[in-house]
């Protein structure tokens, strides 16, 4: 199976740059998933990367071959997309079929790999029905079978699971994860959803407006973010951040009545006067410890499971707390949240990462 690399791509639409030069290896096998805010090109790198879009700068190899200007159905490569538009006059078999049927491959074989590729996503009872006839989760599973007959090197999705309900989707989330053990091939998948990146992704890829603001394992991410940015866009609910300073070796917080926390180990080398933005995140106060913070509830949500507590003091930003089973909590209850200071997170006011 193919790895990837891409060094220094780009990609300009006129004078509008969309991908400003992005870096990144995808070992062959890997489970590669880009996330990051809306429009910050997370679909162009990957129709880049298929060659649907041209490469305006950088090189892009696969599997060590240079590919900026090979046509994309000679770069070994299958896309599955959010709108997987099958061919409705044409069956389960005969869509899964249809780009072999179109390059020319005998009858056998393609009967063969649609059988083979049928039996891996369990489309055997369904071969002869017409899209119509599928449920949502069905039709995925269908687009996915024209991708496999293809013996692609690599996989590229975007957002495949998106048009699907809550429960197929998380039904196709194991299939995919089972897939790629199953067919043990290079996986470059994009997705919004945090809990797909985290399950799926041998390694995420955080994309701010064109470029790669930190790149490493789900938990790598979300322990050890490079910055306010990644610490916030990875984990849900998000983390929270209030503004502090440096005052008499503690944490003052202006904006929540100057109550003061314990400067977290790392905070140490930080000057007297220095402005810093604390992380903490929801989870964080669920095991307790010996910081503090008083604060009011403003909105309980009981999922059953867990809490979520909205809480907020004075007119600063609400702070959301996991509660875990939290039942007895209400809102409008003052309350102490506690949490270990030693967990929380500082970044400068440039959104660097204080370590
Ligand atoms: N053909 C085009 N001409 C000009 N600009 C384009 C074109 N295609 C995309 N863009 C711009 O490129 C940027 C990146 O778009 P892209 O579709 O890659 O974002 P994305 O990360 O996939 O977003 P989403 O999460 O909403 O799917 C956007 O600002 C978009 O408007
Ligand atoms: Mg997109």
């Not at 067919?183 to 790669?212: C, F, N, P, S």
């Not at 907020?312 to 039942?327: E, L, P």
Request: charged share 25%; hydrophobic share 40%; with cysteine.
């Amino acid at each position: 199976m193919s790895g990837l690399k891409l060094t220094g791509l780009r990609k300009n639409y006129g004078a509008h740059q969309v991908i400003k030069g992005v870096d990144l290896v995808v070992e062959p096998k890997e489970f590669v998933v880009f996330v990051g805010p809306s429009g910050c090109g997370k679909s162009t790198l990957l129709r880049m990367i298929a060659g649907l879009e041209e490469i305006s700068g950088g090189d892009l190899t696969i599997g060590g071959v240079r590919m900026n200007e090979v046509d994309a159905s000679k770069r070994g490569i299958a896309m599955v997309f959010q709108s997987y538009a099958l061919y409705p006059h044409m069956t389960v078999r005969e869509n899964m079929g249809f780009a072999l049927k179109y390059a020319g491959e005998s009858a056998a074989n393609i009967a063969r790999r649609v059988n083979e590729a049928a039996k891996i996503l369990e489309l055997h009872k369904l071969m002869d029905r017409k899209p119509r006839d599928l449920s949502g989760g069905q039709r995925q599973r269908v687009a996915i079978g024209r991708a496999i007959v293809r013996h692609p090197e690599v996989f590229l999705f975007d957002e495949p699971l998106s048009n699907l309900d809550a429960e197929l989707r998380v039904q196709m989330r194991i299939e995919i994860a089972r897939l790629h053990k199953e067919l043990q091939t290079t996986i470059i998948y994009v997705t919004h959803d945090q809990v797909e990146a985290m399950t799926l992704a041998d390694k995420i890829v955080v994309l701010r407006e064109g470029l790669i603001e930190q790149t490493g394992a789900p938990l790598t991410l979300y322990d050890d973010p490079d910055n306010q940015f990644v610490a916030g866009f990875i984990g849900s609910p998000r983390m929270n951040f209030l503004p502090a300073v440096v005052k008499n070796g503690a944490l003052t917080l202006p904006e929540y009545d100057g109550q003061v926390i314990p400067m977290p180990p790392v905070a140490a080398k930080l000057a007297e006067g220095a402005e810093v933005t604390v992380g903490i995140r929801p989870e964080h106060f669920r095991t307790g410890g010996s910081a503090s913070l008083d604060l009011t509830i403003e909105l309980i949500e009981h999922l059953g499971g867990e809490s979520f507590a909205y809480a907020r003091q004075g007119k600063a930003n609400v702070i959301t707390i996991a509660t875990g089973t939290g039942r007895n909590w209400a809102s409008g209850e003052r309350i102490q949240a506690t949490f270990d200071p030693a967990s929380v997170l500082l970044f400068t006011a440039q959104g660097a990462r204080v370590r």
